[in-house]
């Protein structure tokens, strides 16, 4: 569970996060639409705590982050972009992870190092790796540890289509062991199957957060990217 | 704590410019002590060499390091560790990497060659200039976002510490040439630890005494116990005050 009261974020003249106020609960898999630079990253590196906002708190399971961090040990996180030491062998970074975040073998969820076969190339050096392969092993990394909170930056991004479905079948999954899954993507049909809100953020500013169901009624639109295309024309009309 | 470090100083170790850098120092440092015949003449050319290239190549390396590791650092901090932690880490796998490069390369020649005292100030400098400037490295990376940024002002501050510097105090000495500047040059001498550095092993080798009466003033010094302590005094400061300030400036920092 995780809710965002009045944050906000500048950097220098662009306000990157302008009075966000929004609440999660598990078992949601919120999207987070918006265009470039609408503030989607930053929101999620506050949430994560590598932004530190200007004003406003963020609660994760009912208590504000601050200065401790282990308030992370619950959240998996997929970054858009992962590089990893150059020299290091990618079995060496699990096992790693495993080694900070001090899980018990029991505990971990291999089940995306075996479903994207990463466990055969476990002896290959990081800086030898193509990016789609990088990008399994951000994803696997996220979900290792069975964390109650996902957070997945352009999860489908340089993943073919096959890997790409794994990871979609994998999401799929997660929501329904009633986890809070957030999720940012251009491709708005991957989002399709799997979104249960939409959260539409334009120049900081939060236009919605709504149920996909309400969305699409309230527009008549069966697909969500005709959903949200209606929505920007009517802001637009209007504004 | 150090578990991190461990990972961080398992990668650099397999650099290959942490590699040259060794073998670098040992062909240097052989070299050096198989073409003079008398030994103190080739530890004060390698003294001069290691004035130079230390603190060179840990302020470059540290800061290439510092923004090739940017993602990782990010991806840890997405990790339960906090800010401290990791950079603590990071500088710890960085400074012991170039720690252990320079006493392979230069403290074996030295331990086999001239074991004494002369040899154990000069592995004392060497490691110590490197601890300070992998810290300065460390709060010019923090500091600038931009790679470009920071590796140019790595390279301002190795410049003004090995070159500028010296012209400085050269001027103030000449303009007030006329008063008595002994306590005052020795005080210049702790704001800049390559200075610092050489200082205290000329003392130790006996050299001292071409450099006049403020040399006999710097051998009283540093050539007793007080002395000894003083430098490694102002060193430690020079290795702890940037590392803290680097730390401040990463805690509030937005990745």
């Known amino acids: 569970?995780?809710?965002?009261?009045?944050?906000?974020?500048?950097?220098?003249?662009?306000?990157?996060?302008d009075n966000i106020n929004a609440m999660f609960d598990n078992g949601q898999v919120i999207s987070l639409i918006g265009p470039n630079g609408s503030g989607k990253t930053t929101l999620i590196k506050s949430i994560l705590g590598m932004v530190k906002a200007d004003e406003g708190n963020i609660f994760v399971n009912g208590n504000p982050i601050n200065d401790d961090p282990s308030y992370r040990s619950r959240i998996g996180y997929m970054p858009q972009i992962g590089r990893y030491p150059d020299n290091m062998k990618i079995g060496h970074l699990f096992r790693m992870m495993k080694d900070i975040r001090k899980m018990p073998e029991a505990g971990v969820d291999t089940d995306m190092l075996i479903r994207f076969d990463l466990m055969s190339i476990f002896e290959k050096p990081m800086r030898t790796l193509s990016g789609g392969t990088r990008q399994k092993v951000s994803a696997a990394l996220a979900f290792y540890f069975n964390p109650d909170i996902l957070i997945l930056d352009e999860p489908t991004a340089g993943l073919d289509p096959v890997s790409s479905e794994i990871l979609k079948e994998k999401i799929m999954l997660e929501k329904m062991k009633n986890k809070l899954i957030l999720i940012t993507s251009h491709i708005l049909s991957d989002l399709d199957e799997l979104a249960t809100d939409v959260m539409y953020l334009?120049?900081?500013?939060?236009?919605?957060?709504?149920?996909?169901?309400?969305?699409?009624?309230?527009?008549?639109?069966?697909?969500?990217?005709?959903?949200?295309?209606?929505?920007?024309?009517?802001?637009?009309s209007l504004g | 704590m150090f578990k991190l470090t461990r990972y961080v100083l398992y990668?650099?170790?397999?650099?290959?410019?942490?590699?040259?850098?060794?073998?670098?120092?040992?062909?240097?440092?052989?070299?050096?002590?198989?073409l003079e015949e008398n030994q103190s003449k080739a530890i004060l050319s390698l003294l001069n060499i290691v004035l130079i290239v230390v603190p060179l190549i840990s302020l470059i390396f540290t800061t290439i390091h510092y923004y090739n590791s940017y993602e990782f650092i990010e991806l840890m901090l997405s990790q339960p560790l906090s800010r401290t932690r990791i950079l603590l880490s990071e500088y710890g796998g960085v400074a012991l990497s170039l720690i252990s490069s320079f006493m392979i390369g230069v403290g074996f020649p030295v331990l086999i060659y001239t074991f004494d005292a002369t040899g154990l100030a000069l592995l004392f400098t060497g490691i110590a200039l490197t601890l300070a400037f992998t810290s300065i490295a460390f709060?010019?990376?923090?500091?600038?976002?931009?790679?470009?940024?920071?590796?140019?002002?790595?390279?301002?501050?190795?410049?003004?510490?090995?070159?500028?510097?010296?012209?400085?105090?050269?001027?103030?000495l000449f303009s007030f040439s006329d008063y008595p500047m002994e306590k005052f040059t020795l005080f210049l001498s702790a704001l800049n630890p390559i200075d610092l550095g050489r200082i205290f092993i000329m003392l130790k080798m006996d050299v001292g005494a071409l450099m006049g009466y403020t040399g006999a003033l710097y051998k009283d010094f540093f050539g007793s116990g007080a002395g000894i302590i003083f430098t490694a005094g102002i060193m430690l400061l020079w290795v702890v005050i940037p590392l803290l300030l680097a730390v401040r400036v990463f805690r509030k920092k937005d990745l």
């Open chain 2, 11 to 34: 990668d650099i170790l397999r650099s290959k410019v942490v590699i040259a850098y060794t073998l670098f120092l040992f062909a240097v440092s052989i070299g050096l002590f198989q």
């Open chain 1, 202 to 236: 334009q120049e900081g500013k939060m236009i919605f957060l709504k149920d996909i169901d309400t969305l699409r009624c309230e527009t008549g639109e069966d697909k969500l990217g005709k959903a949200i295309a209606r929505v920007m024309q009517r802001n637009t």
């Open chain 1, 1 to 17: 569970m995780m809710r965002i009261e009045n944050l906000k974020k500048r950097f220098k003249k662009l306000q990157a996060l």
């Open chain 2, 139 to 172: 709060l010019a990376s923090v500091k600038s976002r931009d790679k470009a940024r920071g590796i140019g002002s790595a390279l301002l501050l190795w410049f003004y510490f090995s070159l500028i510097y010296d012209g400085l105090v050269l001027l103030i």
